[in-house]
């Protein structure tokens, strides 16, 4: 019987132009004021005032299992970008979301980091993707159908989604040219026995 797939931490993720790094405390500052931006955080939860109360999450998030919260950064200089994280997974498909940007940035940026969280969750054994988005977040939502996501309901102001296995291969295919060499996975942080570089096409 083969054992299910986990969502593990990695280090740090190579795009190609952008790097997906394991979120620390350090980063809380950053994560705090792109969550409290009223743009950028419209259609999230509450954050506290402080940037202790983020700082307490990323303590936390540090010792935990089933879940990657990573920092989207420029591949050049590794400026702090945005973040998205991977979590819940239920059986062979995996959520994701806390997916925010900086305003002003290409939409390549959204494209590519949106197909490394897809090729990281490939390489960690999954095969699909569901989720949910804010029913105002059209701008989110019509990305993801762009994509091939299936609005399977709505509730509680929610549409969710999925990503089938065609689905989410059709869209890497469609999309490739924003990330012609897939990723390369350095150094997963549950997984100690691997250790180096492996790429992941």
Request: aromatic share 10%; net charge positive.
């Amino acid at each position: 019987m083969t054992a299910l797939p986990v969502i593990r931490k990695a280090r740090c993720v190579q795009g190609r132009t952008l790097l997906l790094r394991d979120a620390c405390e350090a980063d809380a500052p950053f994560i705090h004021a792109l969550r409290s931006d009223p743009v950028r955080a419209r259609h999230l939860s509450a954050v506290p005032p402080q940037v202790q109360a983020q700082v307490d999450w990323l303590r936390r998030y540090a010792g935990s299992q089933g879940q990657a919260y990573f920092v989207i950064a420029d591949g050049q200089n590794g400026a702090p970008l945005g973040t998205v994280r991977l979590y819940d997974a239920r059986g062979t498909a995996f959520c994701w979301g806390s997916w925010l940007l900086l305003p002003g940035l290409p939409a390549r940026c959204g494209i590519e980091s949106a197909l490394m969280v897809y090729h990281y969750a490939l390489w960690l054994g999954f095969d699909s993707a569901w989720f949910e988005v804010r029913q105002e977040n059209a701008s989110v939502w019509r990305f993801h159908e762009n994509f091939g996501a299936h609005r399977t309901g709505a509730a509680n102001g929610h549409y969710q989604y999925e990503l089938p296995p065609a689905a989410l291969q059709a869209a890497l295919q469609k999309y490739r040219r924003y990330l012609p060499d897939g990723i390369r996975v350095l150094e997963p942080v549950h997984d100690l026995a691997m250790k180096g570089e492996n790429a992941a096409q």
